[in-house]
């Protein structure tokens, strides 16, 4: 049995599938086996990045599927070394079942307290719904160069009880390059942001061995 993964928000635009990339393509890096379930039908937008991804010959492949709904994914989830759910940009039954049954729900966010506030009440609910607080961590993603708005978004979060996963995915150029291409953002071919995404990567990592070694 594999590492269940959510990456999940109930509003668009915070980059879930940004963050759900990064994770499966550095995990297949390591020869993982590795599945995006792509939940957002209406959008399938990894779904139709693994289509550049295979057009453009990049490798390795990442397996990514579309599933109407969260029954069916999890039907496959115990068949891979990592299963992650990228999850519909709305609160739902669905939402509930993939984060009960997953190691770690990531929660991606901007710095505005627009984005901070529903991210939280969405932590709040599935903490309510039976989910344990240890296993839902935030992400900073999208986010602004400012590094006073960063300190400001990290402040907020740390007066709740969930995890902080250190360093901001910022919105760049590069990035958007990159995924338009097939790739994710830490493949990009410019160095610095590149290293930056990496940093944050590896940081989610090292939350989601350290929940699971518990």
């Known amino acids: 049995m594999g590492y269940k993964i959510s990456v999940i928000n109930q ?11 990064a994770i499966a393509t550095c995990y297949a890096n ?3 086996d590795v599945k995006i379930a792509d939940l957002d039908i209406s959008q399938s937008t990894s779904f139709n990045w693994l289509q550049r991804r295979l057009f453009n010959e990049i490798s390795p492949v990442v397996a990514v599927e579309t599933f109407g709904t969260a029954d069916a994914a999890l039907k496959q989830a115990n068949n891979y070394d990592l299963f992650i759910f990228d999850g519909a940009p709305t609160a739902s039954r669905a939402t509930k079942q993939i984060s009960l049954a997953s190691d770690l729900v990531i929660i991606p966010t901007g710095l505005s307290t627009d984005d901070l506030q529903p991210a939280v009440a969405l932590a709040h ?5 039976g989910v344990e607080e240890d296993r839902i961590c935030f992400v900073f993603n999208r986010a602004t160069g400012s590094d006073t708005e960063y300190k400001e978004a990290v402040n907020y979060l740390n007066k709740t ?4 996963i250190d360093g901001k995915i910022e919105e760049k150029p590069s990035y958007r390059r990159a995924m338009d291409a097939g790739q994710s953002i830490i493949e990009t071919r410019f160095k610095q942001p590149r290293e930056k995404a990496e940093a944050v990567i590896q940081n989610i990592i090292n939350r989601l061995e350290t929940i699971t070694e518990e």
């Open 125 to 129: 609910n599935l903490v309510s719904e």
């Open 11 to 21: 509003k668009g635009g915070p980059g879930k599938s940004t963050v759900a990339r």
């Open 30 to 32: 390591s020869e993982w």
């Open 161 to 164: 009880p969930y995890f902080v």
